[in-house]
């Protein structure tokens, strides 16, 4: 499966999360390590799901850049 996610930077460090997945995340100092992370942190949040007996949610965000002209 091929989950979208969401990388943002904060004043500090890297974030990720996964729209399809809730409470799915990660942080990290990096953005590679952050990615990474959301990698590992998927499986997690499958096999969790899975062990408890819950479907997975199938993969449905998409994602658009969109020009706008600053005002």
Do not use: N
Not at 13 to 39: K, N
Not at 57 to 62: D, R, V
């Amino acid at each position: 499966m091929r989950y979208m996610v969401v990388v943002e930077r904060g004043e500090k460090s890297w974030g990720a999360h996964v729209p399809d997945l809730p409470g799915c995340v990660a942080v990290s100092d990096t953005r590679d390590e952050v990615l990474q992370l959301i990698r590992e942190a998927i499986g997690f949040h499958i096999d969790g799901l899975r062990h408890d007996g819950l479907p997975v949610p199938p993969p449905s965000s998409e994602s658009e850049f969109v020009e706008v002209t600053a005002a």
